[in-house]
């Protein structure tokens, strides 16, 4: 989220202030036109009610101490009294100053006004200036000769206190604005990119989606088509995790029954080759209803059938099992795989027999597979494939070791990973996924054992299922 300055709220109020002042100096420019006007008007006033008493005096000359004093008092240089086309010079320093500019305030315009005053406060202070000035409603006119300096002062601190004033109205009407504007638009826009900024963290979260007020304005309506977009694709989302967990389910399922397949077919190939003629009309038929049977498990496999079933166990016999295994494999004749079954006759395991076996045959196909393809390239390797066991306690270990080429680098940064484990070109990866699926289900563990020599050594521990106090010793009684 953006800082205060960054944000909208800092923009918008300095926008405000900016607009505000900028309206002010539309009133502040013509103001101090009019203020210094007054000023001048002021001591034009002045200088004319002392130029009526001096002019009632009249033929007598104003001493040159009243005079000062006169001067003195209306702030002015000199002081000349126009009337009935006459002019008569009322007053006047002994050192009289050269004029720099000329006012006369009866034809002075706006435009002249507004320029006057502002060049008097930019360059004046110490000039002498000529004011002139109508006396009232008579044709009299007035003439003063002054100092710029006290004008300029007064429209410096007229100038200081508009600013301070302008400054003052500006930030208390932004202030309100701010807090109305931050109200309406600031606070809905941040409560609507926060929860962009959830719903972009966890989609899948009910709670991440807007939640739209009552309002009715473009905000509101935002609001409202926002909630509705991130629920709509909340429902996006969980229909496409549920199609990639259906077709991963699904890929589980191809590819064991592709093994039972070939399997099949391997066995269906060989029928067909004996002289009954029965044998070999049935036995492509049979092969055709296997491979309809399994896509009719394809098509109706259910949202629910996605995790794996939960192992129905029992005490199993090993050997038996891993010899299913190796039936199942049917190891060509033309490839020199030698199969040794190493697991003690009688070596009960707990656990279930149907899921097992598919973690052992997962297993070794693999490895089945890496040697038929070593000895396709080596005819002179060795090729060898080693089912053993052993109970330690309560825990079964399975070993499946072969001599094949081993496990590519690639293949071990993914092991286990569905799609990227694959060993061989071609594979997807799902056996291990499988086979780590279903151990675990059975509260075991599997993993890729370091060998000194060349192959590849998996090793499986499955743990037996805990006796409860009660049962073993009712099963104890019985037995007694």
Not at 54 to 68: E, F, M, N
Not at 190 to 218: C, H, L, N, W, Y
Not at 282 to 287: G, M, S, T, Y
Not at 394 to 423: C, H, Q, W, Y
Request: charged letters at 20%; proline letters at 4%; one cysteine or more.
């Amino acid at each position: 989220m953006p800082g205060f300055l960054s944000g909208l709220s800092g923009r918008i109020l300095t926008l405000t202030i900016a607009v505000i002042m900028c309206a002010e100096l539309v009133f502040f420019v013509p103001s101090l036109a009019q203020m210094r006007l007054r000023w001048l008007d002021d001591r034009l006033n002045t200088a004319a009610a002392a130029a009526t008493v001096i002019d009632g005096l009249q033929p007598q000359t104003l001493p040159r101490a009243l005079q000062d004093e006169t001067l003195m008092a209306t702030g002015t240089k000199a002081i000349v009294l126009r009337k009935d086309d006459t002019t008569q010079l009322l007053a006047i320093t002994d050192m009289p100053p050269e004029i720099s500019a000329t006012y006369d305030l009866a034809t002075v315009g706006p435009v002249a006004a507004v320029l006057d005053a502002f060049d008097e406060l930019l360059f004046g202070g110490n000039r002498a200036i000529r004011v002139l000035g109508p006396i009232g409603d008579s044709s009299d006119t007035i003439e003063l000769v002054i100092s710029d300096n006290e004008l300029r002062h007064a429209l410096l601190i007229y100038a200081r206190n508009i600013f301070l004033l302008s400054i003052l109205l500006s930030t208390v009407t932004a202030l309100l604005i701010f807090l109305r504007l931050n109200f309406l638009m600031v606070r809905p826009l941040r409560r609507q990119i926060a929860s962009m900024q959830a719903f972009s963290d966890k989609p899948e979260a009910v709670e991440s989606v807007f939640e739209p007020g009552r309002s009715t304005d473009e905000l509101g309506v935002a609001g409202r088509h926002l909630a509705a977009m991130q629920s709509e694709l909340q429902k996006t989302l969980r229909q496409q995790k549920r199609l990639a967990e259906l077709g991963l389910a699904v890929s589980k399922i191809n590819h064991d029954m592709r093994n039972i397949l070939a399997s099949a077919q391997l066995m269906s190939d060989r029928i067909a080759d004996t002289e009954d003629p029965v044998v070999r009309r049935i036995a492509p038929k049979l092969l055709r209803a296997i491979d309809r049977a399994a896509a009719y498990s394809r098509s109706v496999l259910s949202y629910g059938q996605v995790a794996e079933a939960e192992p129905r166990r029992a005490m199993i016999d090993l050997a038996v099992l891993v010899n299913d295994v190796h039936d199942y494999l049917e190891l060509s004749a033309e490839v020199p795989i030698e199969w040794i079954n190493k697991v003690p006759e009688g070596l009960k395991v707990d656990a279930d027999a149907e899921q097992l076996f598919r973690v052992v045959f997962n297993l070794c196909r693999n490895a089945v597979q890496a040697l038929t393809q070593q000895a396709t390239e080596r005819r002179d390797s060795l090729c060898c494939l080693i089912v053993s066991a052993q109970r330690h306690g309560s825990v079964v270990s399975i070993s499946i070791d072969d001599t094949g080429p081993g496990m590519p680098r690639k293949a071990r940064e993914n092991l286990f990973a569905a799609f990227r484990g694959a060993v061989r070109s071609g594979g997807t990866g799902l056996g291990l996924a499988i086979a780590r699926e279903l151990v675990l289900a059975h509260g075991g563990t599997i993993a890729l054992v370091e060998k000194p020599g060349q192959g590849t050594l998996f090793r499986i521990e499955i743990p037996d299922r805990p006796v409860a106090l009660e049962a073993w010793r009712s099963e104890t009684e019985a037995g007694g």
